[in-house]
């Protein structure tokens, strides 16, 4: 009797804390309506972001691992898994590096004249208090495990040029030093130490760190093992544990990190998805909050049932309070209400590397000359002809301006298809056939874009052919090579250029190693180019200090030699944009194109709520 009345008193103790900061127990918040881009499949960001897409892996190199990725990488990924998921630091909209998960971060350095082997370079961060949506404490070897990884000399990932300033990191992404001898590590649960190979710029590393794939991911979610369905576990043909891929796929298998985790995830395409607070999200379990007091919105419900006339019917109606996408159409129609922002992300038409007919770089070259990217730029929406690879948002030497403002263009918007005819003669190529694969189940018109293509491309003298396929079947095709040409997003991982171009040299491409053949040599890209004067190139840059004029101009030179060898065609760069109701406020943007809606605020939201909410 005296436990129950201790509780009783203990729950009327918080409800009137509660209701005299204005709040009642009983309400959860604002439940938000919102219709946020195209839809996501797997929520790894392995998977979401990275370009080397066309290799499957289904292990490390112990011979374990998980699925990780066939299709592209997807622009608008980082839309939604910046609500999942929080770095250690993070970029507010005008590109300046704020701490996130990082509470305080100090930079060692000693040096030692007589013995440099013992100079120590270690950037030391500390953790704040916060948690995982399962109630579980963030901790330092969660993004150990992150880094570790994307290192994994097993692992198709070319964003591992971001982490080479640590030490051994090259060498063991290369197979030449195991990943335990990474010089990364954490001396209690709190915090992570990074050791460096060389004196750095700590603050153009923290650039590097606010990048949205190093989240720190759970290893034991990742990790898990396969089980039937008598939750024994499956083993492989090695004898060694199958590792599943739910865990990014399951929304009862994800857990999130940041200000949102999913609720309710439709396995059906075309279904609305629901985003629930994370009630962990920086709270201190010691301390009785508001449930509100980190993340204002209880609930954000996607819709993807809807069509895009539906979508605009309820915007306008006052029931759909954001929109995040459009077809062009719609987008030149509504552009006066949108808010517009530059991004990382760069569409590009990418060539099979088994396609004997457009390896040839002088095809290549020949093919992008055809193009009009203003003509382009039509069938993407709110898209703008690119200039380059290096999309616009990359910085110069720092983030008052931009890599791409500062360098020009490398390649001419209108199309020049008399200098194509003239590339292809002085190569002998007189002709061929190619197949363009595109996708119908994007709001961009990859069949229209294709059809312009196969007209310019057929002046050249090629027989083209499109294959326009559905989700499904375009994913059969990719996986069976069998294309010649497919339109992807290209993807920056962070704000330098030299990370940009760099994974395009074999040995910073971040490919998997060549086990098939028994000799653990580095593979090219998924765009299979290998050039050893590029090669050259990129070597000279790595060893140039980050941040100089120095560093730029070779990685300027190293943009152009492979506009002339075109082993991608950047077509143009994409531009994000959204909408709001006038009901909706505390939206704010992040530089690298996620909402920050820890704040949202839905006027009169109450009014809004289902009626089973309301109770």
């Not at 004898?239 to 985790?261: E, H, I, Q, R």
């Not at 629930?276 to 009785?288: F, G, I, L, M």
């Not at 002809?385 to 020009?408: C, E, M, N, Q, W």
Request: glycine share 6%.
């Amino acid at each position: 009797m005296k436990k129950l009345i201790a509780l009783i008193l203990c729950l009327a103790t918080v409800s009137a804390v509660l209701a005299s900061c204005g709040f009642d127990p009983d309400e959860k918040g604002a439940i938000v309506n919102m219709y946020l881009f195209n839809e996501i499949r797997n929520f790894d960001p392995l998977y979401a972001y990275t370009n080397a897409s066309n290799i499957e892996y289904d292990g490390d190199s112990s011979g374990n691992g998980v699925f990780l990725s066939k299709l592209n990488a997807n622009a608008e990924a980082v839309e939604l898994l910046g609500l999942l998921y929080e770095g250690l630091f993070k970029m507010n909209a005008d590109g300046k590096v704020e701490k996130a998960l990082a509470k305080s971060y100090e930079y060692i350095k000693k040096e030692d004249a007589k013995k440099p082997e013992n100079n120590v370079y270690m950037l030391r961060i500390t953790l704040r208090d916060t948690r995982w949506s399962d109630n579980t404490k963030v901790q330092a070897n969660d993004f150990i495990f992150t880094v570790k990884r994307i290192l994994d000399p097993g692992i198709n990932c070319d964003a591992a040029v971001m982490l080479y300033d640590i030490k051994n990191a090259k060498a063991a992404k290369l197979g030449d030093e195991s990943r335990d001898d990474i010089g990364i590590s954490s001396p209690d649960t709190q915090t992570i130490e990074i050791e460096f190979e060389r004196d750095i710029n700590v603050d153009k590393f923290l650039e590097v760190l606010a990048s949205p794939m190093l989240v720190p991911l759970r290893e034991n979610k990742v990790n898990s093992y396969e089980v039937n369905d008598k939750g024994e576990i499956i083993y492989g043909d090695n004898g060694m544990p199958a590792y599943s891929n739910s865990w990014a796929t399951v929304a009862t298998s994800l857990v999130c990190s940041g200000p949102f985790f999913i609720r309710k995830l439709e396995t059906e395409l075309g279904k609305e998805w629901t985003l629930e607070r994370n009630k962990y999200y920086n709270a201190n379990p010691d301390k009785e909050e508001r449930p509100d007091k980190y993340v204002t919105p209880y609930k954000i419900i996607i819709h993807y049932e809807f069509t895009l006339d539906e979508v605009l019917e309820a915007y306008n109606n006052g029931t759909l309070f954001y929109v995040g996408t459009l077809t062009p159409d719609a987008f030149a129609e509504y552009e006066s209400k949108l808010t517009i922002n530059d991004t990382f992300a760069v569409g590009s038409y990418m060539f099979n590397p088994d396609s004997e007919l457009v390896q040839n770089p002088a095809v290549r070259r020949a093919l992008s000359l055809a193009l009009d990217r203003t003509e382009i730029a039509k069938y993407v929406t709110a898209s703008v002809p690119a200039t380059g690879l290096i999309p616009p948002k990359v910085f110069d030497l720092d983030r008052k301006s931009t890599y791409r403002s500062h360098y020009g263009s490398v390649i001419e918007s209108e199309a020049n298809v008399d200098e194509a005819k003239s590339v292809l003669k002085a190569a002998g190529v007189s002709g061929g056939s190619i197949t363009i694969l595109a996708r119908t189940f994007t709001n961009n018109d990859e069949v229209g874009m294709a059809e312009y293509a196969k007209a310019q491309w057929e002046k050249l003298g090629f027989k083209i052919t499109i294959d326009s396929r559905g989700r499904n079947l375009f994913q059969t095709k990719f996986n069976e090579g069998a294309y010649d040409v497919l339109y992807t997003d290209w993807q920056a991982y962070s704000v330098r250029a030299f990370n940009m171009v760099a994974p395009f040299s074999v040995n910073y491409s971040g490919a998997a190693l060549d086990t098939e053949h028994q000799n653990y040599d580095p593979r090219p890209n998924c765009t299979g180019y290998s050039n050893e004067d590029y090669d050259k190139l990129i070597a000279e840059a790595a060893e140039l200090e980050e941040g100089t004029r120095e560093k730029n101009d070779k990685v300027f030179e190293a943009e152009k030699k492979l506009m002339e060898d075109m082993p991608i065609i950047p077509l143009v760069f994409y531009r994000d944009y959204y909408m709001t109701s006038k009901e909706i406020s505390g939206v704010k943007n992040t530089y690298y194109g996620y909402k920050v809606l820890t704040k949202m605020k839905l006027k009169n939201y109450k009014k809004y709520l289902p009626v089973e909410e309301e109770e």
